[in-house]
T-cell receptor, first 116, second 112 residues
Framework: NAGVMQNPRHLVRRRGQEARLRCSPMKGHSHVYWYRQLPEEGLKFMVYLQKENIIDESGMPKERFSAEFPKEGPSILRIQQVVRGDSAAYFC??????????????FGQGTRLTVV | GESVGLHLPTLSVQEGDNSIINCAYSNSASDYFIWYKQESGKGPQFIIDIRSNMDKRQGQRVTVLLNKTVKHLSLQIAATQPGDSAVYFCAENMDRDDKIIFGKGTRLHILP
């Protein structure tokens, strides 16, 4: 059973370009979470999605950032018109159920976005 | 802002000794706590969890203690090994249908 798969592992974008980060949850998992991590910092929650639904996007910046989790295919975190401050590691996690005790959230290896 | 924080950013421990990593949380409504280990260049890895109706839980070489009176969480690692070198995050879940909130992390450094 493959773990949470994120790609690409490393992404370089010029200022103003778009970044697309993909996350394939573990098999059987229908809940996806996106987190952002700056160097030497903790993970900051961005968005929580179920299939075709955004459940909680309280951590998402109001502009330029969007996320989706379609019925088929991976979850996508999209950042439009990237700026240098968007440079960070973006982690995806998946779970069978939403944060209930004894339901682990498994993390992917992250995508490291560098904006030049 | 984040409601989960840690007392020490870096902890150095002699190989073979026990490690204790501390964490303070501010939301008394939190009912589920998790410790994660993150090695360099990797995603967080689940270590152990504990519910708010418990005060202690043990795993393999790890023990989590929860003191709800002072809102304090700790992770004890027995007989620390070089492979334990990592950043350790405590995290809390305030709502069973919502996200996990992470603290800033403690870097554990193993001395030979």
């Amino acid at each position: 059973n493959a773990g949470v798969m994120q790609n690409p592992r490393h992404l370089v974008r010029r200022r103003g370009q778009e970044a697309r980060l993909r996350c394939s949850p573990m098999k059987g998992h229908s809940h996806v979470y996106w987190y952002r991590q700056l160097p030497e910092e903790g993970l900051k929650f961005m968005v929580y999605l179920q299939k075709e639904n955004i459940i909680d996007e309280s951590g998402m910046p109001k502009e330029r950032f969007s996320a989706e989790f379609p019925k088929e295919g991976p979850s996508i975190l999209r950042i439009q018109q990237v700026v240098r401050g968007d440079s960070a590691a973006y982690f995806c996690a998946s779970s069978e159920n939403s944060g209930t005790p004894n339901t682990e959230a498994f993390f992917g290896q992250g995508t490291r976005l560098t904006v030049v | 802002g984040e409601s989960v924080g840690l007392h020490l950013p870096t902890l150095s421990v002699q190989e073979g000794d026990n490690s204790i990593i501390n964490c303070a949380y501010s939301n008394s409504a939190s009912d589920y706590f998790i410790w994660y280990k993150q090695e360099s260049g990797k995603g967080p890895q689940f270590i152990i969890d504990i519910r708010s109706n418990m005060d202690k839980r043990q795993g393999q070489r790890v023990t989590v203690l929860l003191n709800k009176t002072v809102k304090h969480l700790s992770l004890q690692i027995a007989a620390t090994q070089p492979g334990d070198s990592a950043v350790y995050f405590c995290a809390e879940n305030m709502d069973r249908d919502d996200k996990i909130i992470f603290g800033k992390g403690t870097r554990l450094h193993i001395l030979p």
